[in-house]
């Protein structure tokens, strides 16, 4: 596996507990987001390295999550229907902030939009959906940190599974060994990704969706 991991210990000592953050594993230029899907899927965007074939919908809006512990609440640790496959896909920091700047929050934030028209003008013209979520324990518990993830449809969407992928990895394998130190109660033994803030220089964007 490509991606460099710790132990979840390491991470409860240094990331903040809370406040709205973007945290990704990164690697110079590039950003992890995480998906999840069924095996037919799976296998295509593994092979192909970007995401089509006949069981995969363009005309559906795809989540994108960064944050790993997110994504393992939300496919139950690769055990969710039609989620029994987790990838990791590498694209640019340029392309993740470009989607960034296209984002409207899902729901109406008065300090974001002047009033309800202007939101929902934005929601009608614009292909990206932003939300900020609780984070998660190893398991499932809500912490008081908050975990971005992105909607996309249209033209952004057919735009980052065509063309924006640098690299597919399937790290179900992975999510199965740690799922076991789960089961055993032992949350201390998990080995998770590295993940740091990711810190915007646009300090505009930066407000726009809300980071702390």
């Known amino acids: ?15 903040p507990n809370n406040g709205q953050h973007i945290t990704a594993h990164t690697r110079t230029g590039q950003i992890v987001v995480y998906q999840a899907y069924n095996h037919q899927i799976a296998d295509y965007a593994v092979k192909h390295q970007q995401l089509g074939g006949k069981h995969y919908s363009y ?15 939300r496919c139950g640790w690769a055990s ?49 959906r932003l939300q900020w979520d609780p984070e998660h324990d190893p398991y499932g518990g809500k912490l008081e940190r908050r975990a971005i993830q992105l909607g996309m449809k249209g033209a952004v969407l057919e735009s980052f599974g065509k063309k924006q ?7 179900t394998e992975f999510v199965k060994d740690q799922k076991l130190n789960i089961d055993k109660g032992s949350p201390y033994e998990l080995l998770v990704p590295i993940e740091t803030i990711y810190n915007l220089s646009n300090l505009s964007l930066s407000k726009k969706i809300g980071t702390t």
């Open 165 to 171: 992928i640098k690299q597919i990895e399937d790290i």
């Open 1 to 15: 596996m490509k991606i460099e991991i710790e132990k979840y210990a390491d991470v409860i000592r240094r990331l």
């Open 80 to 128: 969710k229907e039609n989620q029994e496959r987790v990838l990791a896909i590498w694209i640019d920091f340029a392309d993740f902030e470009n989607i960034l700047q296209q984002a409207v929050w899902s729901s109406f934030n008065p300090f974001v939009y002047q009033n309800h028209e202007k939101w929902k003008e934005e929601m009608n013209n614009k292909e990206v």
């Open 59 to 73: 005309s559906r809006m795809s989540w994108i999550k960064p944050n790993f512990l997110w994504m393992m609440y």
